[in-house]
């Protein structure tokens, strides 16, 4: 009787065992390297789309920190002015009270 196959000649040739074994694990080693490639090529894509999605973002808030930087140097600036006009205003009170009381001690 002929026997066909490879279990058969396993027993008589371990050398062939161990080529089928070795060829059977670099095989799963490819797979699992290739699998693995495409899956980071796949996450590199998602978190690309991200990274952008976040400049924009960050575009965008930088931007409103400026505005917001500025109104706050605008607002600043009137405030100094306000504290000028302020104390022009009281040393005009303090003159004019001053010449208030001049004239009613002159005019006694």
Not at 2 to 28: C, F, N, S, Y
Request: charged residues 20%.
């Amino acid at each position: 009787m002929i026997q066909i196959g490879l279990i058969p000649r396993a027993k008589e040739d371990p050398v062939l065992v161990m080529g089928v074994v070795a060829l059977t694990l670099a095989l799963g080693g490819w797979g699992a390297f290739a699998y693995s490639h495409w899956s980071s090529t796949d996450t590199n894509q998602e978190l690309r789309v991200q990274f952008q999605a976040l400049q924009g973002e960050l575009a965008l808030e930088r931007s409103h920190s400026q505005e917001t930087f500025a109104n706050l140097l605008e607002c600043r600036t009137r405030v100094a002015n306000l504290g000028l006009q302020l104390k022009e205003v009281v040393e005009t009170q303090d003159r004019v009270l001053d010449g208030e009381k001049a004239w009613t001690t002159r005019s006694r």
